[in-house]
């Protein structure tokens, strides 16, 4: 009898070695052919830069600005300024220690001593003065992004009309960088830690009104009920707004079976403990 054929499996890293192999080829055949021309007489240049000179005519006297803008611009570099007083206040020890002990809360003395290390590195490298401003940044769009999410979440949840309008508006905030909402930013409201705050909240916000969406829904009209009697999970759709439920009362509140949802896990779960206790 043949022994069978070993068909030999190339390496793991081949793959991505031939594709690196094959960026650096078609970057050498295309090299300076097809560049998109830079045109200064193109009408997107000239609207471009017509709407650049009109906000800078009009950030001073337009209602735009003065009631909109600049109260935005000034909330988020007041809440910018606030964050990084109190981490600055702290000092290094007090941000060491309270890092360390967040990690430790989190997620046991690991995750403690690598936050302690991370802080402690960035410091003895000399970037904790910028490291400071970027941590205030990031906690100021965290502030900004829960402040306006939760409340668009649950307005989302509650409104299917609302979802429907606000779902394709989070899918484009989610997809675009950071980085290009900066443009607009910088120009709206200057450079500064405003803008850099406002276009991180933009990046930010859509996961806490998704997920406060999710969780604000009202409940679905199909209901368990666990029936020691069957042995099974039974499902019971009511068209009011009482609930109605077929064979004896549930189990109490501390069995996952009397909680879950009408799916295959609830079933499985139910079927689980049901063997168990006999």
Known sequence: MQAPVRVRRLPRWAAPVAGVVAVVALYVAFRGKAVLPHDDDATLFHWLNDARDWVDANRNSSPIFLYVVNHLRLGAAGVYEGIQAALVALGWPGLLGLAAGLGWLAGGWRIALVSLAGFAGVGVLGFWEASVETLALTLS?????????????????????????VTPVLDVMQIMPTFSYLSPMVLLFLIGPASATIATTIYAMPPAIRITASRSRPPSSTRCRWSPASSRTACVRSPGPSWRRRGPRAPPTGSCCGRSSCRWRAARCCSRRTRASS
């Open 141 to 165: 769009a965290v502030v900004l992004s829960l402040l306006f999410g939760i409340p668009l979440g649950i307005w989302a949840g509650r409104s299917p009309r609302v979802r429907r309008i």
